[in-house]
């Protein structure tokens, strides 16, 4: 029997190292970008957060650190078990809760949290009935006027990653970028972990529509690295203080160009439920 979607990616996350993938290489943009999105967004401490899709906690102790009354969810038990040993080092700040769970069904009341972050659900739910159940289960559980941080993954992702880091020639990708560009459904036969999981790579337009078919008002989707991940000497660059401000100030500065968000590795909308 073939495993489905969801078996290929609890297996392939069940041998990756997901914290320590947020603190190498281009990948620090993406976690640096990320926190900065959700600074700006998020309500002030101690606000509830509900952290779906949450893996090993990475947000959610930075802001339980901050003071946030957070609650992780995910499907993923190494990830849990590995957020409750993160919240047990910070015993001052630890983490409200860190449960097994699933995105489209979530263990809380109707509008009981201030805001909700869907940072991996909205790509690895490679059908969109499941992306729009987890959306509104998320909309569910918001206060009226809370928002929603979701994350997608370029559609155009595959080609520029292999462009700048010399795998687009690779026969075993080729199928795999072809059908990326065709229907943006994300699929790895080869086994290696450089070519992810299964996963839906989204357009920006069919991220914002995804959010309004599940009932929020779309405030802004915004790239997350821009184009700052295809930095040929990014190490050089991350490790130079000034630089790196200078890599930060430019993806600021590109936010609202429509046309750098394809560029992007990820995207994030900021969705509100309507008070």
């Known amino acids: 029997m073939s495993k489905t979607s969801t078996q290929r990616i609890v297996e392939f996350y069940a041998e990756a190292d ?15 970008r990320t926190q900065e999105l959700i600074q700006r ?19 959610a102790c930075w802001l339980a650190s901050l003071g946030y009354q957070v609650h992780l969810i995910d499907p993923v038990p190494k990830h849990v078990e590995r957020a409750r040993e993160a919240s047990r080092n910070q015993s ?17 009341g109707d509008a009981t949290a201030d805001a909700a972050l869907l940072l991996g659900p909205l790509y690895h739910f490679v059908d969109k009935n499941d992306r729009l159940a987890c ?83 779309v405030l802004e989707v915004l790239p997350i690295e821009g184009p700052g991940w295809l930095a040929r000497d990014f190490d050089r660059l991350w490790n130079d203080p000034t630089q790196r401000e200078r890599l930060l100030n430019a993806v600021r500065k590109m936010e609202r160009e429509p046309s750098i968000l394809g560029a992007s590795s990820h995207i994030m909308a900021m969705g509100r439920k309507r008070p």
């Open 92 to 108: 001052d700040h630890s983490l409200a809760s860190a449960e097994v769970g699933d995105a489209r069904r979530l263990p809380f």
């Open 41 to 59: 967004y998020l309500p002030p401490a101690p606000a509830t957060v509900i952290d779906a899709g949450g893996a090993s906690g990475v947000y």
């Open 135 to 217: 959306l509104r289960e998320a909309h569910r559980v918001l206060r009226p006027g809370a928002l929603a941080l979701g994350a997608g993954i370029s559609h155009f992702a595959s080609l520029l990653d292999s462009l700048t880091h010399g795998f687009f020639d690779d026969p075993n990708f080729a199928p795999i970028l072809d059908r990326d560009l065709e229907d943006g459904q994300h699929r790895n036969p080869t086994g290696k972990p450089l070519y992810f999981t299964d996963a839906y790579f989204h357009r920006p337009g069919e991220l914002s529509r995804e959010f309004l078919s599940a009932g929020f008002q």
């Open 18 to 32: 997901e914290a320590s993938r947020l603190g190498s290489n281009w990948f620090q943009l993406e976690h640096a």
